[in-house]
């Protein structure tokens, strides 16, 4: 058990409507991040973090936005749901240091769908 | 840049059959590799990861890897599949600067 909770594990929303998901952690371990997972594309980095207010982008970051006020917790929003959003999303946590050798523990993911 | 391809979305294999998943990358600086895995409706599990220390990695559920240089490659294999191993296997590189990337994954299928 990797201490990762997301919510919500599901949800269903309309086009332009805002959509926040949350990761939260029990280990107050640096490093978070967030992916997107599609059929064919296998998990595509949206942002990630590596500390209190310290985000950065990844490689699908258009249309999504994060912020981590506390250790524990990183929120992604969508301002503005669209369709091409619809996709499966998963937080994940790196608990030796954040290096790139380090592993990355996932959470259970958040079922998105945009009508 | 670094990527990962995988040959074969989907492979079958018999109950006891030896499973093979491919998987090749290209990195500019020394990779380090990882193999995850995803059961229905559930996030991704640590199969086993390649750090430059053995290029025979062992993981768990009698799993193991090779990592070659020379193929730029890190096939996952086992030697007698099980009906629990039905699952989506990714492969991933990172490196030196670089984030995660993942390939696009492949599902085994065991028959009885």
């Known amino acids: 058990d990797a201490g990762i909770t997301q919510s919500p594990r599901h949800k269903v929303t309309e086009t332009g409507t805002p959509v926040t998901l949350r990761c939260h952690q029990t280990?107050?371990?640096?490093?978070m991040y967030w992916y997107r997972q599609d059929p064919g594309h296998g998990l595509r980095l949206i942002h990630y973090s590596y500390g209190v207010k310290d985000t950065d982008k990844g490689e699908v970051s258009d249309g999504y936005s994060v912020s981590r006020s506390k250790t524990e917790d990183f929120l992604l929003t969508l301002e503005s749901a669209t369709s091409s959003q619809t996709s499966v999303y998963f937080c994940?946590?790196?608990?030796?240091?954040?290096?790139?050798?380090?592993?990355?523990?996932f959470g259970p993911g958040t079922r998105l769908t945009v009508l | 840049a670094q990527s990962v391809t995988q040959l074969g979305s989907h492979v079958s294999v018999s109950e006891g059959a030896l499973v093979l998943l491919r998987c090749n990358y290209s990195s500019s600086v020394p990779p380090y590799l990882f193999w995850y895995v995803q059961y229905p409706n559930q996030g991704l599990q640590l199969l086993l990861k390649?750090?430059?220390?053995?290029?025979l990695v062992k993981g768990i559920n009698g799993f193991e890897a090779e990592f070659k240089k020379s193929e730029t490659s890190f096939h996952l294999t086992k030697p007698s599949a099980h009906m629990s191993d039905a699952a989506e296997y990714f492969c991933?590189?990172?490196?030196?600067?670089?984030?995660?990337?993942f390939g696009p994954g492949t599902r085994l299928s065991v028959l009885p």
């Open positions: 390649y750090t430059s220390a053995a290029t």
């Open positions: 994940a946590i790196a608990k030796d240091g954040g290096g790139y050798s380090d592993t990355q523990y």
């Open positions: 991933a590189v990172s490196g030196a600067g670089q984030n995660f990337v």
């Open positions: 280990e107050n371990h640096r490093y």
